[in-house]
């Protein structure tokens, strides 16, 4: 059971993330220094891919702050650190994002060091 | 500033002396790298509150109780609703560093809250440095280094800046 909500939790946090990225592509981005800070605000807020993100984003936490309660730090960590090489994978698929040598490794170095910490 | 004549690498010091993301050329993005890390920044206090609520209220237990019996639990708890607070104002500082940073390359910046956490850890609750723990700071440390080092392709961002 705990591991179920922690791999919903997972799959919401990346599909979360994904659904931000591809409404933010969709309102053509924000920056609040070309001023209509309100409009802005209102584009974002009505675009349906960042509202629907957010809400899953947020379930994401309560299914993540579910999981951690019952598992154990150092067997949630190193396995939500999955999402690091999902958003690799996913951004190339879905946004054409080029992955190069320095963000493989990036990842690579960074799940180590989550690995080292909750194995401590 | 375009009236007097200053040199480009005063005015890459001035940009970062004058931490403002809105004078930013299209081609730097120093900037948005550093709101990036100020929104993890704000998004880890938001953590820690949360794990502070969540702790107060003695945990959440899903299989026990009705669902809506926890839900209204964790989100009557003043930390929780706090740290709500900040998530959206972390959400919205992290809309906009997406508007300007590829995906691939902004998320992993997400593992630098490992390294807050642990040194908020040994600041407030006097954990132990261990070795292993400071070997995993050094690597999250480089594996960020890394894919900072990793260009932005500009045609994934949304807007370009002027």
């Known amino acids: ?120 | 500033m375009s009236k007097y004549f200053i040199p480009d690498f005063a005015k890459k010091f001035w940009v970062i002396y004058n931490f403002n993301p809105y004078i930013m050329t299209a081609k730097s993005t120093r900037a948005y790298k550093i709101l990036l890390i100020i929104g993890i920044l704000i998004g880890t206090c938001a953590q820690l509150l949360m794990k502070k609520g969540v702790e107060s209220i003695g945990g959440v237990h899903l299989a026990d109780s009705p669902l809506i019996v926890e839900i209204t639990k964790i989100f009557t708890n003043p930390y929780v609703i706090i740290g709500l607070f900040v998530i959206a104002v972390s959400s919205i500082i992290w809309l906009h560093v997406l508007s300007h940073l590829d995906l691939s390359f902004a998320y992993p910046f997400v593992s630098i809250s490992y390294i807050i956490i642990l040194f908020f850890g040994w600041l407030v609750f006097h954990e132990s440095v261990t070795p292993l723990r400071i070997a995993g700071v050094a690597l999250i440390g480089s594996g960020v280094i890394l894919i900072s080092k990793s260009e932005v392709k500009k045609e994934s961002s949304g807007v370009q800046s002027s």
Do not use: W
């Open chain 1, 1 to 120: 059971m705990p591991f179920i909500l922690l791999f919903t939790s997972i799959a919401f946090a990346i599909t979360g993330q994904l659904l931000m990225k591809a409404g933010i592509l969709r309102v053509e981005g924000i920056d609040f220094s070309r001023g209509n800070i309100p409009g802005q605000m209102l584009r974002l807020v009505t675009c349906p891919q960042i509202i629907f993100g957010l809400v899953v984003f947020a379930v994401s936490m309560i299914f993540y702050l579910a999981a951690i309660s019952k598992l154990d730090i150092s067997m949630a960590y190193p396995m939500v650190s999955i999402n690091y090489v999902l958003i690799q994978i996913f951004s190339k698929i879905f946004f054409h994002e080029k992955i190069n040598l320095y963000r493989v490794f990036g990842v690579l170095f960074i799940i180590s060091g989550v690995v080292l910490i909750s194995r401590s």
